[in-house]
């Protein structure tokens, strides 16, 4: 991307020169450039929340066929999940599908603009992630396991539904460990994928903690306000902090973006009751969710 090369701050310079960004705009690309992150508040308000709540529960609910609930056993159809409900550790993959407040998320005008400026070009968001507790996460980069082409071209973006304390497991970031070198689990590739060996996965978490520890980086946490926003470089290492307080929640939402150009559709599966047993099913989409500020790709399981 044009903001990872050496000559980014002149760049980002000259574009508030000419007009094209504001100076708040500016300052928080130069933060881009050098800590591989921006933060800025998208102001949700308390009703917003609640109808997000209330979204929520009505899922519950309803349990639709065409909407997965991940949970340890992988994405599982909501109609055929028979764990506990609202079970720590839960998420909600593709939730704008059924939730307008999520799909407002997804393509919010102030995120749109942000990530395009960064890309530096149109942007699409092509998954979604609701979680109502801290995921307690280790460090990762996201195209290890989100695959775009390039695996430079992704972005994501985190907003908090709820005030967030430091005991509810905050989000977890490393600033500028987006420079830090790749790892590559197969020859040529950063994907840490089903087939990666477990030395190769124990191999890049020494890696993780050896590099951490020589460029003298420190982990920092995102305690933060409702509508406050996160959004990370693809190399940026983050997870989840260690939840503190079980009884406390940390309702936020996830949206991951590529380049337009490149990114058309999006497959998805999840397990479905076959008699006494279960099997995968698989679904992609090409369908794009268009508004005057943004581009997304619809839920691959939507029916």
């Known amino acids: 991307m044009w903001l990872d090369q050496p000559d980014a701050h002149a760049r980002v310079d000259a574009q508030l020169g000419r007009g094209l960004v504001s100076g708040e705009e500016a300052a928080l690309l130069h933060v881009f450039v050098d800590e591989g992150y921006v933060k800025f508040g998208i102001g949700i308000d308390e009703e917003f929340?609640?109808?997000?709540?209330?979204?929520?529960?009505?899922?519950?609910?309803?349990?639709?066929?065409?909407?997965?609930?991940?949970?340890?056993?992988?994405?599982?159809?909501?109609?055929?999940?028979?764990?506990?409900?609202?079970n720590v550790g839960y998420?909600?993959?593709?939730?704008?599908?059924?939730?307008?407040?999520?799909?407002?998320?997804?393509?919010?005008?102030?995120?749109?603009?942000?990530?395009?400026?960064?890309?530096?070009?149109?942007?699409?968001?092509?998954?979604?992630?609701?979680?109502?507790?801290?995921?307690?996460?280790?460090?990762?980069?996201?195209?290890?396991y989100v695959v775009t082409d390039p695996a430079s071209h992704l972005l994501a973006s985190w907003v908090a539904l709820e005030d967030i304390a430091p005991d509810s497991g905050p989000l977890a970031y490393v600033p500028r460990s987006h420079r830090l070198p790749w790892f590559e689990f197969e020859p040529?590739?950063?994907?840490?994928?089903?087939?990666?060996?477990?030395?190769?996965?124990?191999?890049?978490?020494?890696?993780?903690r050896d590099t951490i520890r020589e460029r003298n980086l420190e982990e920092e946490a995102f305690t933060c306000r409702r509508g406050d926003a996160f959004i990370w470089h693809a190399g940026l290492l983050h997870g989840g902090s260690r939840i503190g307080d079980r009884a406390r929640t940390r309702k936020s939402f996830v949206v991951h973006y590529c380049t337009a150009a490149d990114y058309?559709?999006?497959?998805?599966?999840?397990?479905?009751?076959?008699?006494?047993?279960?099997?995968?099913?698989?679904?992609?989409?090409?369908?794009?969710?268009?508004?005057?500020?943004?581009?997304?790709?619809?839920?691959?399981?939507?029916?």
């Not at 092509?126 to 195209?143: I, K, T, V």
């Not at 040529?188 to 993780?208: L, N, Y």
């Not at 999006?266 to 943004?294: F, K, L, Y």
Request: hydrophobic letters at 35%.
């Open 188 to 208: 040529d590739t950063v994907v840490c994928g089903q087939r990666v060996p477990a030395e190769k996965r124990q191999a890049f978490e020494q890696w993780k």
């Open 91 to 144: 998420r909600i993959p593709d939730l704008h599908s059924h939730s307008g407040h999520a799909l407002d998320l997804y393509l919010h005008p102030k995120m749109f603009r942000m990530v395009e400026l960064i890309y530096g070009q149109p942007a699409i968001s092509f998954q979604s992630l609701y979680f109502e507790y801290g995921s307690q996460q280790a460090l990762h980069r996201d195209p290890m």
């Open 264 to 303: 058309a559709s999006r497959g998805a599966a999840m397990r479905v009751r076959d008699g006494d047993g279960w099997r995968r099913e698989h679904r992609s989409t090409d369908t794009v969710i268009e508004r005057r500020h943004g581009r997304g790709l619809d839920n691959p399981l939507r029916t």
């Open 49 to 86: 929340s609640r109808g997000f709540d209330d979204d929520v529960s009505r899922i519950w609910a309803e349990r639709p066929n065409d909407l997965a609930i991940s949970l340890f056993d992988g994405p599982t159809a909501f109609s055929d999940y028979d764990g506990r409900v609202r």
